[in-house]
């Protein structure tokens, strides 16, 4: 079956703009997870959607970024105002539901942004 | 912030060796995952033993963990130049962190034909 979609695969903004990335997990996925990774660096947890609960956002970096899913699958990064720090490759996961916990996260391409 | 510290940064080997990465964590944990990163993209899940584990395999890959020193190592036996990626340690704490993981910085690992 399709594995996650992210759009675009490019995003290239000026400094101020406001900018919008979408998820789409795999069908059934329960959970949904946003992390940013910048250049050469490891993965760097934004936020967690799992089901009906409320969403731990304990990772957003600033009040600039936020996120949002519906109807629970779909999902949109919003960041704000963009900075030059916030260039990075923004990358989405999911994962079935159950599991105790145990459970891979399937990946999917990454957006690159780039902030000028 | 970044639980796992992943050693070596950068491992460059000749096709048919093992290569050995390394990964150390500073909180309890109920799983440890290995991933891999083909050209700065998404990731691929390679194996996940838990914390009640101590060693597994899968193929090419032997896995270990030892909760007491709090790391873990990832084997690959007779590379490929196809292994060249970058390789990621990532630990789940279960609990109210339920299937959230914490990724290290990783190990770009170079396979020479």
């Known amino acids: 079956g399709a594995g996650v979609s992210q759009s675009p695969s490019n995003k290239v903004t000026e400094k101020g703009k406001d900018v919008e990335l979408r998820c789409d997990p795999i069908s059934g996925h329960t959970a949904l997870y946003w992390y940013r990774q910048s250049l050469g660096q490891g993965l760097e947890f934004l936020i967690y959607?799992?089901?009906?609960?409320?969403?731990?956002k304990s990772g957003l970096p600033s009040d600039r970024f936020s996120a949002e899913r519906t109807g629970g699958s779909v999902s949109t990064l919003t960041i704000q105002r963009t900075q030059q720090e916030d260039s990075a490759v923004y990358l989405c996961?999911?994962?079935?539901?159950?599991?105790?916990?145990?459970?891979?996260?399937?990946f999917g391409p990454g957006t690159r942004l780039t902030v000028l | 912030s970044q639980q796992g510290e992943e050693d070596p940064q950068a491992l460059s080997i000749q096709e048919g060796e093992n290569a050995t990465m390394n990964c150390s964590y500073k909180?309890?944990?109920?799983?440890l995952q290995w991933y891999r990163q083909n050209s700065g993209r998404g990731l691929v899940h390679l194996i996940l033993?838990?914390?009640?584990?101590r060693e597994k395999h899968s193929g090419r890959l032997r896995v270990t963990l030892d909760t007491s020193k709090k790391s873990s190592s990832l084997l690959i036996t007779a590379s490929r130049a196809a292994d060249t990626a970058s390789y990621f340690c990532a630990t789940g704490a279960g609990g109210t962190s339920y299937g959230k993981l914490t990724f290290g910085q990783g190990t770009i690992l170079t396979v020479h034909p």
């Open positions: 996961a999911s994962t079935p539901q159950g599991g105790g916990g145990y459970n891979e996260q399937f």
């Open positions: 033993i838990r914390s009640n584990e």
């Open positions: 909180t309890s944990i109920n799983n």
């Open positions: 959607f799992q089901g009906n609960s409320a969403p731990d």
